[in-house]
């Protein structure tokens, strides 16, 4: 149903998701440097692992493909003065927020022994693939359950954005010639 919408309509929808999103980034990154501050953790790492190249590099494309936004964020700008600096300020404090989140993760949980991340509270596990795993052992159960569940709430809220772009663009290409995709 949300195909036939147009981007206007999803502004609720794309709130729920950034607030969601935000949220869970910052519970992650808090509960993580809780942990170490707990004296868990291990200050003894490898920083540099040439296995790791190749996943390196996906989260380097993954992350420059979000500047194909930047003229939809920029346009709808009423005053177009304070642009720079403002995007400065948000390429800076996600520049923060990508180094702090893998650091921190890499200092808690990189060494444990527990290889398997349980469902219910017990021990931490060993860093895993997809890091929400990480706390599903955590004793704030509704936590546990909401980052691990974070990545279906992104990948759904996700479809109905790119399918609304996918019908534009269709609508434009195939059936109306020499028109412009209304956003």
Not at 41 to 56: F, H, K, L, M, Y
Not at 123 to 130: A, G, K, V, W
Not at 151 to 166: K, Q, R
Request: aromatic share 16%; charged share 10%.
């Amino acid at each position: 149903p949300f195909v036939f919408f147009n981007f206007q309509k999803t502004k609720f929808l794309q709130i729920a998701t950034l607030t969601t999103r935000n949220v869970a980034l910052l519970s992650m990154i808090i509960l993580t440097i809780r942990f170490i501050g707990q004296g868990n953790g291990d200050s003894n790492v490898r920083w540099a692992r040439p296995q790791g190249i190749a996943t390196a590099f996906g989260n380097i494309v993954y992350a420059f493909m979000c500047h194909h936004s930047l003229p939809s964020i920029v346009a709808p700008m009423k005053n177009k003065q304070f642009a720079n600096k403002s995007l400065l300020f948000t390429f800076l404090f996600v520049g923060m927020i990508y180094l702090i989140f893998p650091v921190t993760a890499i200092f808690a949980f990189a060494d444990i022994e527990n290889t398997k991340c349980a469902s219910h509270s017990g021990p931490p596990c060993r860093l895993q693939r997809l890091f929400t795993q990480n706390f599903s052992s955590f004793d704030l159960r509704w936590m546990a359950s909401f980052l691990s569940l974070f990545p279906v709430f992104t990948l759904s809220s996700n479809f109905p954005l790119i399918s609304i772009t996918l019908r534009l663009v269709i609508d434009c290409e195939v059936f109306q010639e020499n028109s412009v995709v209304r956003w």
